[in-house]
């Protein structure tokens, strides 16, 4: 048995550790979170202290079991959790579960998982920091009381089965306000006017007007002027100019740049950072930090030296600016500078890739630049043509890297100018003055929502990931793509002393990956607004992260940090339930001219609906289910009249009947015997018939055979939990060990085998004749089948000596009983 035993939270980072330490040292995981709330119930003691009631779950018991019987037999424990509040929180847990005694108990953290820092971190021990854990602590109590306190107001006021969050809330909140400041938004137009120079070598000189004109009238009247009028240059002004390389990263930028120039997600750049930190490829990934040690800059200037030159070369120290930043780590940066690539999951190549770009490029020179501005005058006009220009004079830190924006209406950078003299005159060849509206403010992508909630002090980096996963899951928010709408624009142009008028049309509003809130995630935000304003406040919301840092350090005391929060929260939690109105989000759009009743929008059971008369009426009201990007907020009366207009009959197909529908799940058309949805984002009133018959196609050719096992085709598909094969009525995950793409027959039958194989270890018992089986279920727990009815058995069921009889008696219990009909 080894004298010492080392406990880490992952088993990836279990086994890199392994490789750096000796025979005398045995690492384990934790998986994580040995202990937690558990889910049933509140598990706070709230009238002493706020003590959290902690519970080992069920299927963490038998690891902790073993951890403590290793833990008896080492002279040493370590405790090598990650180095942040969570980490520390996990150690604690851990002494705490396990019974372990402080005088055989090692904290030991590291920020890299080289054999160096491990060896340090072993020669560095210390004591768990209870500050750090207590404020893990506060922000798990404080979110839990929020959760569980608020939820049942909105299930009881708004919808069942909704939820409601501390910081989650407060980010929807954000993405409702930005999405009000569209829809309110007022485009203006003006003429935006842009010159072309004719010059030696048929090379065009591009010059801009550096005014707008307001309108049509103005910009006719500026190029009537330069109808006859000659042009030159009056001035030329050079300057030298540099850029300076972004700092390290940290994880809300690397979230950010990773979104803008990978398209990750939020979540999946946290999930790559950690497998390539557990992988020993990078530092720890949660930080807030820019700082770089004194090593690292060592060994970033000698790899600049080696593959760039000295000149390229420039030391630099960062310095954190982040509000309220949290423990004292370094940047996210490589753990070894000389490898510039890895190989391996394509993700973590490009991750990788990318910061080890910009660890690299923020130790680089700075990028030298000259800037060159031509002024030209016009004759007969007071107003002047503006030229710019820039050339790249020393690369610097471009040749490796350069931070990308999330600003959408950036103009590009100017080119090389031609060679140019004072006083020369410019031969015009035309002016053009483009009708242009400005922009509404930018939706929120996942990166800019990140940003703004560092801005904003909201949250930490450890928080943003779960945040944002969290209130898409809920169906608060959408991530998504929008086509955007058509608009006329004028462009008037003077070209050989002649102004043309066009109208051309463009498509504006198109977004890509931007987050838009739900209907639900609307009226909830209204509601918890309206009713819990200082919860969803900005500023207190950002005070509370603030209180969590002063935990952390020791300055406050964290049970009565949660009083001084739950106090106030709890009677406003009273006084709501008894007085706040229910929140349906209705707006009433106008009568229904058929029928003479009233058309509002409104929440329903199964989402936003619109509903024609009212449920007193002597006539039942009609309802119907918005479609698409459709909203209560913003849906007309004609849109809304126009969803009752189906079931509606397109024409014939193959001497079938096609109908397009609107269901419970979304807008269809219907076949024969065949259902096609119809998508999402797509208007149901615009599908006709030729539409309808392309979807049909397309079903049937993702549906065609792709082979034929045991006489019998195989189809394949992706569904709501991936690519699959469908054979014999059996639908099949197919996993990364598989080429979807390219399935081979033998891919095809050993996925069929080992599914049928599955099927039939499934059954524990099966009582045919009387169509009752015993079936094993997930998470090691089991169920009990009859036909639609299915009770469910838990994992300390003893299956193996389970009778007909306690079969029969659970069936019966769960059948649902008939009601006898009243008498009249």
């Known amino acids: 048995m080894a004298k010492n035993l080392v406990i880490v939270e992952s088993p990836a980072k279990a086994k890199t550790i392994e490789k750096f330490l000796g025979k005398d040292f045995t690492v ?78 090692k904290r030991i953290v590291f920020h890299e998982i080289t054999k160096s820092a491990i060896t340090k971190a072993v020669e560095n021990p210390r004591k768990i920091n209870k500050d750090l854990v207590d404020a893990q602590q506060a922000r798990r109590i404080l979110d839990r009381l929020v959760g569980y306190e608020l939820s049942p107001v909105l299930w009881k006021k708004v919808k069942p089965s909704l939820s409601a969050g501390r910081v989650q809330s407060v980010s929807v909140r954000l993405i409702v306000e ?82 803008r120039k990978l398209g990750f997600s939020v ?41 760039y030159g000295s000149e390229f070369s420039q030391v630099r120290k960062y310095a954190t600016k982040s509000k309220g930043a949290q423990e004292a780590h370094e940047a996210i940066r490589p753990t070894y500078f000389n490898a510039s690539s890895i190989s391996g999951e394509s993700q973590q190549v490009k991750l990788y890739d990318l910061i080890w770009k910009r660890a690299i490029a923020s130790q680089m020179s700075d990028a030298q630049l000259e800037k060159t501005t031509v002024n030209i005058a016009i004759s007969s006009a007071d107003e002047k043509f503006v030229a710019r220009g820039e050339v790249l004079l020393f690369e610097g830190f471009l040749k490796v890297y350069l931070e990308s924006t999330d600003d959408e209406n950036v103009d590009e950078d100017s080119g090389m100018l031609p060679p140019l003299k004072e006083g020369e005159n410019l031969l015009l060849d035309e002016i053009v003055a483009s009708e242009r509206y400005t922009h509404h403010p930018a939706r929120y992508t996942e990166a800019s929502l990140v940003r703004k909630l560092e801005e904003l002090g909201i949250g930490r980096p450890s928080t943003y990931a779960p945040t944002i996963s969290t209130i898409q899951k809920r169906g608060y928010i959408v991530k998504e793509n929008r086509d955007g709408e058509k608009r006329n624009y004028t462009v008037l142009t003077l070209k050989n002393s002649n102004i043309s008028d066009e109208v051309k049309s463009e498509i504006f509003g198109a977004e890509k990956k931007k987050m838009f809130p739900s209907d639900i995630g609307t009226i909830v935000t209204d509601f918890l607004v309206e009713n819990f304003n200082k919860v969803l406040d900005y500023g207190f919301t950002a005070r509370v992260e603030e209180q969590f840092d002063e935990i952390a350090i020791g300055q406050k005391k964290w049970n009565k940090m949660i009083e001084e929060f739950y106090t106030p929260f709890h009677k406003n939690i009273e006084y709501t339930l008894e007085h706040a109105d229910r929140a349906s989000g209705e707006r009433a759009l106008g009568i229904d001219p058929e029928s003479g009743k009233e058309v509002i929008a409104r929440i329903g ?75 999402k984002d797509e208007d149901l009133s615009s599908v006709n018939l030729q539409r309808a018959i392309e979807l049909i196609e397309e079903k049937r050719k993702a549906e065609a055979p792709i082979a034929s096992y045991e006489n019998m085709p195989v189809q394949k598909g992706v569904g709501r939990f991936g690519p699959f094969i469908k054979w014999n009525g059996m639908f099949i995950n197919v996993n990364k060990k598989y080429d979807f793409d390219n399935l081979s027959n033998q891919d095809i039958a050993q996925l069929i085998e080992d599914k049928k194989q599955k099927e039939i270890e499934k059954y524990i018992h099966n009582w045919e004749e009387e169509g009752i089986s015993l079936q094993k279920a997930r998470w090691g727990r089991f169920n009990l089948v009859k036909g639609k009815i299915k009770v469910e058995l838990g994992k300390d069921t003893d299956v193996e000596n389970f009778t007909l009889e306690q079969a029969k008696k659970l069936i019966e219990e769960k059948t649902p009983k008939k009601k006898k009909a009243k008498k009249k």
């Open 605 to 679: 059971k199964f989402g936003a609906m619109i509903q024609i008369g009212k449920t007193e009426d002597e006539e039942k009201p009609k309802f119907a289910s918005l479609q698409g990007t459709q909203t209560i907020e913003t849906i007309t009366l004609e849109e809304a009249l126009e969803l009752f207009k189906f079931p509606k009959a397109l024409g014939n197909f193959e001497g079938e009947e096609i109908v397009v529908s609107q269901g419970r799940f979304g807008p269809y058309v219907k076949f024969a015997d065949s259902f096609v949805s119809i998508p």
């Open 28 to 105: 384990m995981s934790s998986f994580g979170h040995i202990r937690d709330l558990p889910g049933k119930n509140i598990s706070i003691d709230i009238e002493n202290g706020f003590e959290p009631q902690y519970e080992i779950p069920t299927d963490k018991k038998k690891l902790v079991s073993e951890l403590k019987k290793l833990a008896k037999a080492a002279d040493m424990v370590w405790l090598a959790s990650d180095e942040d509040r969570e980490g520390e929180a996990i150690s604690w847990h851990l002494l705490e579960a396990l019974g372990l005694k402080e005088d055989k108990t």
């Open 267 to 307: 979540s999946q750049t946290m999930s790559v950072a950690q497998r390539l930190y557990e992988s020993g490829k990078i530092t720890y990934m949660r930080t807030d930090s820019v700082n770089l040690s004194n090593e690292a800059i060592g060994a970033a200037k000698a790899e600049i030296t080696k593959a």
């Open 178 to 259: 930005r999405e009000r400041e569209i829809q309110n938004f007022n485009y203006e137009s003006s003429f935006r006017v842009v010159a072309n120079f004719i010059l030696e070598n048929k090379v065009v000189l591009k010059a801009e007007l550096p005014k707008r004109f307001k309108t049509k009238k103005e910009a006719e009247t500026f190029l009537e002027k330069c109808k006859s009028a000659n042009f030159s240059v009056e001035s030329l002004e050079t300057k030298p100019s540099k850029k300076s390389p972004a700092a390290p990263f940290t994880t809300s930028t690397l979230q950010q740049e990773a979104s």
